[in-house]
């Protein structure tokens, strides 16, 4: 299973747009990119998943390079309510429950 | 709709005593997995049930883990002994596609042994 880098933290202020970039170089030719969301004392809640080109839902983008070897999830006009932990996990879609679970990204949100 | 409730959200036992988790998945889910988090560590699989059949146990750390399934409904995670080092945060998630994806995951049971 291909392994994800991700900033450790990172910071911005409310009503900015926050990129989050991920790199899996080892990504294989089966392999779907997912991103979940965690807040403290809370489980992950999956926010959008893509495997090529740009992904769009009601809470993210997924921009994803014609070579797959990283991904950037976009969160449009963040909120204090944004400050959370982001994964990205990389793997087959058929096995997505084994992805292989990062440190993640600490995302804080500033007033 | 209610989402995957986890029961006790806290325990705190001795080492050498047993503590049995429970999971309610989201209604309708046959798929159902248990994760855990490890101090300091990242989230790892334990294992995927569909309906009552245990499909995937490949990230059960050892013998004294045991998970159940009975009636395909709730799922229950006993741990027995405890140990230590099962210290963490114990995940359940539900879903309605057998790959996992959009997993809907519980609150968590932190477990404390000492």
């Known amino acids: 299973l291909a392994k994800t880098t991700q900033p450790i933290s990172m910071d911005s202020y409310e009503g900015q747009e926050v990129n989050i970039t991920c790199s899996h170089n080892?990504?294989?030719?089966?392999?779907?990119i997912t991103w979940y969301q965690q807040f403290p004392s809370q489980g992950p809640r999956f926010i959008i998943q893509g495997y090529k080109t740009k992904v769009t839902n009601e809470v993210a983008s997924l921009f994803i390079p014609a070579d797959r070897k990283s991904s950037t999830l976009s969160l449009p006009r963040v909120s204090l309510s944004d400050t959370a932990v982001y994964y990205c996990?990389?793997?087959?879609?058929?096995?997505?429950?084994?992805?292989?679970w990062g440190a993640g990204t600490k995302l804080i949100i500033k007033p | 709709e209610a989402g995957v409730t986890q029961f006790p959200s806290h325990s705190v036992i001795e080492k050498g005593q047993t503590v049995t988790l429970r999971c309610d998945p989201i209604?309708?889910?046959?798929?159902l997995y248990w994760y855990r988090r490890v101090m300091g560590k990242e989230i790892k699989f334990l294992l995927h049930f569909v309906k009552e059949s245990k499909q995937d146990e490949s990230g059960m750390p050892n013998n004294r883990f045991l998970a159940e399934r009975t009636g395909g409904t709730y799922s229950t995670l006993k741990v027995q002994p405890a140990e230590l080092e099962d210290s963490g945060v114990y995940f359940c998630a539900s879903s309605l596609f057998e790959s996992g994806t959009e997993a809907f995951f519980g609150q968590g049971t932190r477990l404390t042994v000492v």
């Open positions: 080892n990504i294989a030719t089966n392999d779907y």
């Open positions: 209604s309708g889910h046959d798929n």
């Open positions: 996990l990389v793997g087959e879609r058929d096995s997505n429950y084994q992805l292989i």
